[in-house]
């Protein structure tokens, strides 16, 4: 729908939307690519919103991450919209930029950093129905963390909570997984393998993670 939505007669700020919900659309398809170009493409835009600029900072950064461009802007950027998105009680753009932010400070081995804004991502959008697949994600890069750290029992715990949590996706199993794997608990990395399977037989999975199936089984 949104490709063949003509943008012919929209103000900027009109514009902005659009393009603020075709960026969301590509990466939901995992064209990080196409979704990179779609907020740049936002960025230029001469819209009235703060925020948007806000966002599409982050997102720009987030994207430029993944096509193996700094993480510390990434890292910035998120950590500036998440404080403002606070600050305007715009909750859910406040927990995502948050969980992006705990993302790169994990890529970037601060693990200090990713507990604790992980943590806070979990807290901000525990209430958010519409961002609940979220939650078991913020929860596996604390548990990451706190392993990378030096307490590898207690960050598996916490995997485990994440690949019980009612919304996890095959990526946080394929974590919980490898972690258990790590610790040497072969049971338990059994059973998340099985069940990681079957996930993936049931519908599309995104790349790196039937990499890390394929490495399991």
């Known amino acids: 729908l949104l490709e063949r939505f003509s943008d012919a007669g929209l103000d900027a700020d009109e514009h902005a939307l659009v393009s603020l919900a ?55 950027s998120s950590v500036v919209l998440a404080h403002e998105s606070a600050a305007q009680s715009l909750q859910h753009f406040e927990g995502i930029a948050l969980h992006n932010a705990a993302n790169a400070a994990l890529a970037q081995a601060n693990y200090v950093d990713a507990q604790r804004l992980a943590s806070r991502a979990r807290a901000v959008l525990a209430d958010s129905p519409s961002d609940a697949s979220v939650v078991p994600s913020a929860i596996m890069v604390e548990a990451i963390a706190r392993a990378e750290g030096g307490n590898l029992d207690g960050g598996f715990a916490m995997a485990k909570t994440a690949a019980e949590h009612e919304q996890a996706g095959p990526d946080v199993v394929a974590d919980a997984a490898y972690m258990a794997l790590v610790r040497g608990d072969i049971d338990a990395a059994d059973v998340l393998e099985r069940r990681l399977q079957r996930m993936i037989r049931s519908g599309p999975t995104e790349l790196g993670t039937q990499y890390r199936a394929r490495i399991l089984n």
Do not use: K, T
Request: hydrophobic content about 45%; aromatic content about 4%; proline content about 2%.
């Open 22 to 76: 075709r960026a969301g659309a590509e990466q939901s398809r995992g064209r990080g690519r196409a979704m990179l170009d779609e907020v740049r493409n936002l960025q230029s835009v001469d819209h009235s919103s703060p925020i948007l600029r806000r966002v599409a900072d982050a997102w720009a950064g987030v994207a430029g991450a993944m096509a193996g461009e700094s993480l510390g802007a990434a890292f910035r």
